[in-house]
């Protein structure tokens, strides 16, 4: 059982140069999310989609897009990558059963990017 | 709006000792707190979480927290620690999404425990 996975694991980009973090689960979950992770700051999620064919910004979205392909996938897009956009990025999915404010998040391994 | 708080950026523990990883939060309405691990290199695991009902929660590996409503707490406890324990833990709280599903997660910014011979 796969859970959540991320491609790539790691990626260099030059300033302004583009490129799309691809996930998939296999969990059939209903809901996907994009968080990324710095130092001393924790978790900041990026973007989710509670649902396939939704999707809304998170505490962070500048500088992203995102896509939910089908149920299964939710890519995450850099349009014009900045340095400041360095970090480790997690996918995660949960399921929306009952009272989803207690559902458990599954993450992936991570990605981590770097721009210089 | 709602948030949690580490304390601590890092704890260090002897093995066999007691271990508490601290947590306090704020949040309008009840709570859904939760507990996860981060190993080196590896993606967040769940440990385990608040709903309602009993406030220790026991959990994975051996793990627990306490939930304290008065003190707006959740810490995190094992009696007796292990190497092998010696991770990144992050504490958050649910935000559930009232359209469509969901649940917003807002973590604190972690506490790395290290457990030593």
């Known amino acids: 059982n796969a859970g959540v996975t991320q491609t790539p694991k790691f990626q260099v980009l030059k300033t302004g140069q583009s490129m799309t973090l691809q996930c998939a689960q296999d969990?059939?979950?209903?809901?996907m999310y994009w968080y990324r992770q710095d130092p001393g700051m924790g978790l900041r999620l990026i973007y989710y989609?509670?649902?396939?064919?939704?999707?809304d910004k998170g505490e962070v979205p500048n500088g992203y897009n995102v896509s939910r392909l089908n149920k299964r996938e939710f890519s995450l897009r850099l349009e014009s990558a900045a340095p400041s956009q360095t970090s480790v990025y997690f996918c995660?999915?949960?399921?929306?059963?009952?009272?989803?404010?207690?559902?458990?998040?599954?993450f992936g391994a991570g990605s981590r990017l770097t721009v210089l | 709006a709602q948030s949690v708080a580490q304390p601590e950026d890092q704890v260090n523990v002897a093995e066999g000792n007691p271990l508490t990883v601290k947590c306090t939060y704020s949040?309008?309405?009840?709570?859904?707190l939760f507990w996860y691990v981060q190993y080196p290199n590896r993606g967040l695991q769940f440990l385990l979480k608040?709903?309602?009902?009993?406030?220790l929660v026991k959990g994975s590996y051996g793990f627990e927290a306490e939930f304290n409503k008065s003190q707006t707490s959740f810490h995190l406890k094992k009696p007796s620690a292990l190497v092998s324990d010696s991770a990144l833990y992050f504490c958050?709280?649910?935000?559930?999404?009232?359209?469509?599903?969901?649940?917003?997660?807002?973590f604190g910014t972690g506490t790395q425990l290290k457990v030593e011979l």
């Open positions: 969990m059939n979950h209903n809901s």
């Open positions: 949040v309008s309405g009840n709570p859904y």
């Open positions: 995660a999915s949960s399921d929306q059963a009952g009272n989803s404010g207690a559902n458990v998040l599954t």
């Open positions: 958050a709280v649910s935000h559930y999404i009232l359209t469509g599903g969901g649940n917003k997660l807002t």
């Open positions: 989609s509670a649902s396939e064919g939704t999707t």
């Open positions: 608040y709903i309602t009902g009993d406030n």
